[in-house]
DNA sequence: CGGATGCTTGATGTATCTCAAGACGTGTGG
DNA sequence: CCACACGTCTTGAGATACATCAAGCATCCG
């Protein structure tokens, strides 16, 4: 359970609020968004599999999810976090099939949207799709992120870095406080999402702590010194594109 | 060198014709992006640089490119290869800096097209658009793609998927024939590529010559055997998203 | 001819994986 | 209420895949 119970659209909001000042009326279109079914899903199951015809955008209001792919043997990577607030993929409904799976990793709650009656919103507000855009190409570059941290990064320099994305996207959503966040994932997912075996980071988190560098226990994360963690990271924050 | 020397608008033509038919006067209004300057750059050398504040899209017409972040010390990683007929980077120009570079991998030559110019295009013909998002959804593909393979695949199967990603994206733009294609970069691009040291890149790549995989000498690739060469990668030609 | 670039090979060290087991907490059914 | 299964975190031991360092060779080019 994250401590966000039921923000509904405020997330969301103010993740699209740091791309661009927006305004009331905005945020009333948005809050039409809350009128499809609220869904629930447990952990460990998965909201929607590769190779399904998606036709619903699904915006998440609680809980953790992620984007992953699995091969055939059973390995697994998991290729981004989904947080409270964002869209699990906004234009892949114009594709016939998923390319990948979308999983729960704690329980979650989300709307399901109609194309439809996400068409309505943007036309209502059309500003809104230029944010919209934006939350796009973030994701993107979040991609590339990983690409970097995985290919290049040390196990230790990967999940710093991670952390420091996570808190700085937390943040966004309104999830993080000044010293850290509720990292409601276990090491196991923490290890799909860094290409590393579950011992292995294990070890690296224990590493982190004995630097100095994190406090981690009961799904709290803390930051003890965020500027040598991002030192640590080779942190830029350039790819999440805050316009303010 | 590339085997195809000025084909203009030619590959961009037969990749967007992949996702969906294209009529004759879609080709003529892509023609028109050919009235910018054509521009040459040499391998090795930079087209654009992370930080910079893009305002221009551009479209390779011969040569390989490569989108690629670097850390303070050094350390690189290719993220993404740039083939003859794709735009680096059609939306970004909307954001005001580049969270990444785009270097020259050989010899290049690139029309650079404004944005209105751009636009135009779209604006006569509409249903361009809609092959042009898809392009850009197939891009992500293509991220997460990567992210399998740099954080679950083994080196040789690492090489393996690449190689049969790249045989299908360069039969798309007509620059691969039915047993191979010209490899015009160099080991060290793959290694950046992949997350591998040159070293172990290497021999790697004699692995694969030696289980009769590939064949490759002469920047020529030639797949041996397509089918194995897939089980191998355990590939999955889905998230390219092909409609025909 | 000398320098740059790219490919290849050998030797060595170590970072990371794999296998295996134990401890702890939590929920569940008998 | 206890026994047990399950999920999660942790630790140890051993094997190996990969990086690093170093050198040699070929080709191309000015």
Not at 61 to 83: H, N, T
């Amino acid at each position: 359970m994250t401590t966000l119970t039921d923000a509904g659209i405020e997330p969301l909001f103010r993740l699209l609020g740091r791309y661009m000042p927006l305004e009331q009326a905005d945020r009333t279109a948005l809050a039409a968004l809350e009128a499809g079914p609220l869904c629930h899903g447990d952990a460990r199951t998965d909201i929607a599999r590769e190779g399904e015809n998606p036709t619903v955008i699904r915006l998440l209001v609680s809980g953790w999810a992620c984007r992953y792919k699995d091969l055939p043997d059973g390995r697994r990577q998991i290729v981004d976090f989904f947080l409270p607030g964002e869209f699990c993929d906004l234009n892949i409904y114009i594709l016939s099939e998923l390319d990948h799976s979308i999983g729960a990793l704690t329980a979650v709650r989300y709307y399901e949207i109609q194309p439809q009656q996400f068409q309505d919103v943007i036309d209502q507000r059309p500003r809104l799709l230029r944010a919209l855009l934006w939350h796009e190409m973030v994701t993107s570059g979040i991609q590339r992120a990983w690409l970097v941290s995985i290919g290049q990064r040390s196990p230790l320099e990967r999940l710093s870095h991670l952390f420091v994305e996570l808190y700085y996207r937390l943040k966004t959503v309104g999830l993080a406080t000044g010293t850290g966040f509720d990292l409601p994932i276990t090491q196991n997912h923490l290890a799909e999402a860094n290409g590393l075996s579950l011992v292995h980071l294990n070890r690296t988190l224990q590493e982190m702590r004995r630097e100095g560098l994190i406090e981690l226990s009961d799904r709290q994360l803390k930051i003890i010194d965020l500027d040598r963690l991002k030192r640590v990271a080779m942190f830029n924050g350039n790819y999440l594109h805050f316009n303010r």
